[in-house]
């Protein structure tokens, strides 16, 4: 896997990419648009992805889970459309390292592209204007937003 040198707590990691990766994996389909991820998610309706005012609510299944960090939400799909750009598709199933077969590819528009993009480089700037600082030490997420700069650069550069 391509992004692999990228994965860890940051990326698809964390209590909200893990919740992300299931709900991906709970669609079982072999495409997913990302304008459909942004308004599943609700994360288009945000005015800010520094502050997630409100938790991001996920249908898995027949239940729902919350995603609480909008940036969480926007650095892991830009890793996973990295990994399409690259191979093509990405296996879901090896990141939650379970026995199900998932491999989906992720497709974008160009205003997507735009979208995610600018928060990439927003994060990237002034990573301690994001509400994940309440997680996560000044350290971290320093070295979240020095990685999620690089799968930017990768991804749009």
């Known amino acids: ?14 209590d909200d990419g893990l919740t992300f990766l299931e709900y991906l994996e709970s669609k079982q389909t072999k495409v997913v648009s990302a ?13 800010s992805f520094q502050n997630t005012d409100y938790p991001l609510v996920v249908s898995i299944g027949d239940f729902e889970a919350e995603i609480h960090y909008a940036i969480t939400l926007i650095t892991d ?17 090896e990141l939650l390292e379970d026995d199900f077969d998932c491999v ?20 990237a700037a002034e ?7 309440e997680m996560v030490g ?17 991804l749009y550069e």
């Not at 896997?1 to 964390?14: F, R």
């Not at 989906?104 to 995610?116: G, V």
């Open 77 to 93: 799909l830009a890793a996973l459309l990295l990994e399409c750009k690259v191979n093509g598709s990405v296996n879901i199933s």
């Open 104 to 123: 989906i590819s992720i497709t974008a528009t160009k205003q997507e592209h735009e979208l995610i993009n600018k928060a990439l480089m927003d994060f």
């Open 127 to 133: 990573p301690l204007k994001y509400d994940l600082c």
């Open 138 to 154: 000044e350290e971290e997420i320093s070295e979240m937003s020095r990685v999620c700069e690089e799968i930017r650069k990768e």
């Open 1 to 14: 896997m391509y992004i692999e040198k990228y994965l860890d707590n940051y990326i698809c990691g964390s």
């Open 35 to 47: 304008g459909d991820i942004i308004a599943e998610t609700g994360i288009g309706k945000l005015n």
